[in-house]
């Protein structure tokens, strides 16, 4: 599906972005993998080399960080590495608590890392995308993106952000031959949970303390879900499709039906706000 592609994946050390990595490259592509974490990334490299006999590169960014990410951007430039997709996926909980309580310096980190690494990433590397065929960016969108998730305000309120930004995105890209997407994963147990655990009941809010446990437990949602939709979203044969923030464990993606929707109505899979212009009752 993804034959002689090359894809760039930030947080792909761990979690659901080394995951993706690991399909993308069973699929056929090579991929730059991308974390803050240099040891992680050689070991995620040296895992990954077992899937593929192909070496596939790695670099160290904190996406976060302008400099940095334009930085690499030069690096692209100098090495002259073509690419064709940019996969979205670093992210992290940051500040837990009440918004009257938290450190509002982890909460800036955190608007920092989750919605403007998305953007840099997007306009720094995105731009330097090169192919004949249709060009991709997937992002990542996480709890409190669709609904409201209270006590994680920081991580909640940079998600919905990073929807409504590959909605512009998509707009804006749209005469370049791009499609750019957003991806909900739903609860796959990675680290990022052991947060929670340590927030306590009380920091964390005790219904999502306790679904937390509950889902650790049971196993949450293979990440391989996300893997399969992003693979999908990386190939031609999602061409057309942009602009939406699609369910990994709940959206009928591999269907006909819904891929149909998802070209033909601008309205599907996108934040709305529910009202009588388009929801009303039928008499």
Same mark, same amino acid.
């Given at each position: 599906?993804?034959?002689?592609? #090359? ?31 240099? #040891? ?13 006999? &192909? #070496? ?14 334009? %930085? /690499? ?6 090495? +002259? $590495? ?24 982890? /909460?800036?980190?955190?608007? %920092? $890392? ?34 409201? /998730? ?23 890209? %749209? ?7 957003? $991806? ?23 219904? /999502? ?50 891929? +149909? ?10 934040? &709305?706000?529910?009202?009588? +212009? ?6």
């Amino acid at each position: 599906m993804l034959e002689n592609k #090359k894809i760039v994946i930030t947080g792909a050390s761990q979690g659901i972005g080394f995951v993706v990595a690991k399909k993308c490259i069973a699929e056929g592509a090579d991929v730059i993998i991308i974390s803050r974490n240099e #040891k992680e990334l050689r070991q995620a490299a040296d895992d990954l080399s077992l899937v593929s006999s &192909r #070496k596939q590169q790695y670099y160290q960014l904190d996406v976060g960080d302008l400099g940095k990410v334009q %930085q /690499f951007a030069s690096w692209l430039r100098e090495k +002259k $590495i073509t690419f064709e997709g940019l996969v979205n996926c670093a992210g992290v909980y940051g500040s837990i608590g009440k918004t009257t309580e938290v450190d509002l310096a982890e /909460f800036t980190k955190t608007i %920092q $890392i989750n919605l403007l690494g998305t953007v840099y990433m997007c306009s720094c590397v995105g731009r330097l995308m090169q192919s004949e065929k249709r060009k991709k960016i997937v992002n990542y969108s996480g709890g409190g993106a669709a609904t409201p /998730f209270p006590h994680y305000s920081a991580y909640a309120s940079s998600k919905a952000a990073v929807v409504r930004f590959t909605e512009n995105l998509a707009l804006e890209l %749209q005469n370049d031959g791009i499609d750019v997407n957003c $991806i909900a994963p739903g609860f796959v147990v990675t680290r990022l949970h052991q947060q929670t655990l340590t927030a306590g009941m009380t920091t964390a809010g005790a219904s /999502f303390y306790e679904m937390t446990k509950k889902q650790i437990e049971n196993g949450g949602i293979p990440p391989e879900k996300a893997a399969d939709l992003n693979c999908f979203l990386l190939s031609e044969l999602s061409d057309g499709i942009t602009g939406k923030f699609i369910s990994a464990p709940w959206d009928p993606w591999q269907t006909e039906e819904f891929q +149909k929707q998802m070209r033909d109505d601008k309205d599907a899979a996108t934040l &709305r706000r529910i009202d009588q +212009k388009t929801f009303f009752k039928k008499s």
